[in-house]
């Protein structure tokens, strides 16, 4: 007996009938036609799961309630509000894109997904997505989500970030939309293709028995869920190693801004050096005594672990030196609130027991 094959028409309404009865409808980005709202979530989502985007995104909006508010902000302003959901570069150009809207479309986002795509830091998905959710049109997105549930439903093998791949994923949403009734709504099919790779279509276990694409979905009659979406070419993952300096002085720490690019970009953290020499050679402008060496900690980025030892240090009364141009003194009560990564707000947080910043979850 032939197995069924995978059919674009009436897919849409498929996913659109099952959203509105089975999907998520709690999100607070859902109940808006605002492009700043949606624009925000989409970008916070990006490699961040709702869960933790949630407290982020109230708080953000709470402090930054419009795009003209953001952009008058500056990016020292906006960083704390950031801090601890990675990707940094997400915030930078969250801040230029504002900027943009407010300079050259005073104030309004354009309504097509193709003037969208040209602001910064939105990409097509992205585009595409406002386009949909704010100004209903017929334009397909292609996130994470949507990249399993099309692999799994239409049997298209291969590494998605290759490019033969992603335009083969990118044609067949095309070609789902040309399929679809002209009275689709778009907002619910938008929303119901991430639903389904959210709590159906999931990386592993998918519950193919709730999915409404089953019945014709090639992953499931062949039964090689577990192949799709191809995994990724592995590669070795780049070990690398920093020693960052805890500078005390009369309840102070000195603190250093990141530059925009790299790690941590654009947020404070403690001095950091390549390899030791040069850290006790910065130490001694600062006091006589030797620095005290702690245990080191690694934290994994997305493509590779930085291991990092801690030295501490108190500064000599009076300070030896001044703190250089994106360095500064702060009150160590002032640390709670401060733009700091993560691992190093754990740090500083077992040493001193300055908790958990207001705008964080972790």
């Known amino acids: 007996m032939s197995l069924p094959e995978p059919c674009t028409r009436g897919l849409a309404g498929r996913v659109v009938a099952w959203q509105k009865e089975a999907g998520r409808h709690h999100l607070p980005w859902q109940h808006t036609r605002d492009p700043y709202r949606v624009w925000l979530s989409e970008i916070m989502l990006q490699q961040t799961q709702v869960a933790t985007v949630l407290g982020y995104y109230e708080r953000f909006l709470e402090r930054f309630p419009t795009v003209l508010d953001l952009a008058a902000a500056s990016q020292d302003e906006v960083m704390p509000y950031w801090a601890g959901l990675g990707y940094y570069a997400r915030a930078r150009n969250l801040h230029r894109c504002a900027r943009e809207v407010a300079e050259r479309w005073q104030g309004r986002f354009p309504g097509t997904a ?86 159906c279509c999931t990386r592993s276990k998918p519950t193919c028995s709730l999915c409404p694409l089953q019945s014709d979905c090639y992953a499931h009659t062949r039964q090689v869920q577990a192949e799709l979406p191809s995994p990724k070419e592995r590669t070795r ?8 300096l805890i500078l005390e002085q009369d309840g102070r720490l000195l603190l250093e801004q990141r530059p925009d690019k790299g790690i941590w970009g654009g947020l404070q953290t403690l001095p950091q050096f390549d390899d030791e020499q040069a850290l006790h050679a910065a130490a001694r402008r600062w006091s006589n005594q030797e620095p005290v060496v702690l245990a080191s900690f690694q934290h994994v980025f997305s493509h590779f672990k930085l291991h990092i030892t801690p030295w501490l240090l108190e500064a000599d009364d009076p300070v030896l030196a001044e703190p250089a141009a994106r360095q500064r003194w702060l009150e160590l009560d002032g640390l709670r609130d401060a733009a700091l990564p993560a691992p190093i707000r754990k740090l500083l947080d077992g040493l001193y027991g300055v908790g958990e910043a207001q705008l964080t979850l972790e």
Request: glycine share 10%; with cysteine; hydrophobic share 40%.
């Open 237 to 244: 993952q780049d070990e690398r190693c920093c020693h960052v």
């Open 114 to 199: 193709a003037e969208l795509a040209g602001l910064p830091g939105i990409g097509r998905s992205t585009a595409c997505a406002i386009a949909a959710f704010c100004f209903g049109e017929r334009s397909p997105i292609m996130d994470g989500n949507v990249k399993r549930v099309f692999t799994r439903y239409f049997g298209i093998y291969g590494p998605t970030q290759k490019k033969a791949v992603e335009n083969a994923l990118w044609d067949k949403a095309q070609e789902v939309l040309a399929q679809a009734p002209a009275d689709l709504d778009m907002a619910a099919y938008t929303q119901g293709l991430m639903d389904l790779g959210s709590q």
